[in-house]
């Protein structure tokens, strides 16, 4: 392990990692600080998580710290660093990085990004910014109004480009690189080396040395990974019974669509959890109250789709399930990359329903390695069943949410499941609605009022036996939480 001693960091800087914690260098770090330092240009293949985001800020902060000062006019604090990421959340976390970072010495910094009033963005850059971090489509907007220039810049980072390339950000992206000196250094981090990735990088990047760290295709040994299989219908209950039975004290849940993500976080909260949802249609002040919402422990599960979940600087959370399997299998290593982070370990659940027998074979294919199919026994004595069996008549769901209807299911996954029994949850009759619309989550998201602080939702629901809404998840047994809590079963 490197140690930060090693890289011989400015005072301001060095004492700023030593409080947030830091004792060796991750591996990327140890690879790109030095060279960063010398000014060559990089292409590094990082995910998230690696701790990338010093990688490159340390440097950069330490490059131009000669031109600290603190005069207060404007013109001393030109934009001499451009850090550009594909989502608000993404370049919040950095821009937090970078100031924590940057906090014993003058180097200011903003961020910009969209959803948010221009206004304040545009008083924070016309009292000068030394490194800016944003969004591309934003960033066009202030450089159109004049509010910033980018004629000084001598670094330019090009953090997630893949991600930015597939939002379709490279028009946006090429307009703003116009804007910068050709005299500069140029960082492009990608998950992927993709073809379309080398030619921006042949394009933009001058002889850059390649640095690359975990694979896209590996997942961290610490992620203890489980699947289940369970019909739709069952997934909730499933969920909640895993919560219980493992203990997890806070988990992501990865949904598929927006509409999946909204609906199961209304179904949730329902059932008394506290929840959050995390998707593109939420507005952006929504979304970082939810991140600090999960962050500060007020929520203990985030509902969320891949794109808005890219990146998210949560460490350690204890347990990601995927609701549904993902459709790409890349995601499923970003998703469960979330957990089991920097040796902690971490439990990765996944939900595989009777259609995603194609998205499982490419996942097996991308983590080398056969997947287990498991069988959940409910504890109300019902095991999970295919949909057909159960006779659900709400079909409509799966393309509502735009996954695909049918496909054959694995073999292993039908047999494993008893046809004959009724539905577990309520006995309820199935009947076929005319129109394939559930009014309910029509209605805009609603935060569930204030519960119990500290302890997780399923806990605190626990010991309250008034609380029938969250009779479901009352558990059997006492189970040891994560966090040094304990759930006490209702006598
Ligand atoms: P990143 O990949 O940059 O998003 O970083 C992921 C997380 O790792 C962030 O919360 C960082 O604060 C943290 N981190 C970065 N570098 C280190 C390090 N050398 N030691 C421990 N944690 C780190």
Redesign the pocket.
Known sequence: MSS?SNIQLAPVLARA?AE???????P??AQAIPVVLTGQDVMGA??????????FSLPLLQRILKHENSSTSPARHPVRALVLLPTRELAD??AQ?VKLYAKYSQIRSAVVFGGMDMKPQTLELKRGVEVLVATPGRLLDHIEAKNVVLNQVEYVVLDEADRMLDIGFLPDLQRILSFLPKQRTTLLFSATFSPEIKRLASTYLQNPVTIEVARPNETASTVKQHFYSVVDDDKRRALKQLILKNGITQAFVFVNSKLGCARLARSLERDGLKTSALHGDKSQDERLKALEAFKSGEVDLLICTDVAAR?L?I?DVPAVFNFDVPYNAEDYVHRIGRTG??GASGLAISFVSATDSKNLADIEKMIKTKVELETIEFNDGFSSRPRESIGDSRGYRDSAEGRPRGGSSRENFERSHSSSSAPAWGQRSYERKAVPVDPFFDKPYEPSPAQEEQLPSWESTAKTTSRSISANIKPKRKVAALFKTEIVSPS
């Open positions: 930060f990692v947030m914690g830091y004792e060796s260098m991750t990327i770090q990082a995910q998230t998580g690696t701790g990338k985001t010093a990688a976390q950095v990085q990146g600087d460490k982070r920097a």
